[in-house]
């Protein structure tokens, strides 16, 4: 290979890197299923959307990624996912919705009542986000760091 052609090719694969880091994409959300390396990731983005895309050995893994964890996935128009990240697994509680408002519920768990966040990733169980009310007995699963629920399950309407 002479020192030209040699140049002309480096050229081309720093163009084409270029190109596409300029197209990747980042979608943060609930994992619904995760089928590891060499499978799919479904996500329920913030986005208002689900998004299936692959994970393959080029993909850069960061933490244990789990049903339900919250993650961020940068992803190119193929459907390649570059890079996920595991940014907090989901845990379950259960309690008694003490506060409806349009952006979360008060839930009481325990002695205490904490404000729980719903987002557009947040999956209903056996109710629809409109039916829950004061008094129903709930299983949820929430991320601590922020106070967001991953999915709410109606145990019991209250009476």
Same mark, same amino acid.
Not at 17 to 22: E, F, K, Y
């Given at each position: 290979m002479t020192k030209a052609c040699g140049a002309a090719i480096a050229a081309v694969?720093? !163009?084409?890197?270029?190109?596409?880091?300029? %197209? !990747? %994409?980042?979608?943060? @959300?609930? !994992?619904?299923?995760?089928?590891?390396?060499? @499978?799919k990731i479904v996500i329920r983005t913030t986005k208002n959307s689900t998004g299936h895309w692959d994970v393959d050995k080029k993909t850069l893994v960061k933490n244990a990624i789990k049903v339900n964890d919250w993650v961020s996935a940068w992803v190119i128009p193929s459907g390649h996912v570059v890079t996920l990240l595991s940014e907090q697994h989901a845990e379950p509680h259960a309690g008694v919705i003490k506060q409806v408002d349009k952006d979360g519920l008060s839930i009481a768990s325990g002695t205490s009542t904490l404000k729980w966040t719903i987002t557009s990733a947040t999956a209903f169980d056996g109710v629809a986000r409109g039916e829950l009310k004061v008094g129903d007995n709930i299983g949820f699963n929430g991320y601590a760091n922020n106070r967001y629920l991953a999915s709410v399950k109606l145990v019991r309407h209250a009476d």
């Open positions: 694969l720093v !163009v084409s890197s270029a190109a596409r880091a300029d %197209t !990747v %994409t980042q979608y943060s @959300g609930v !994992v619904e299923s995760y089928g590891g390396v060499g @499978g």
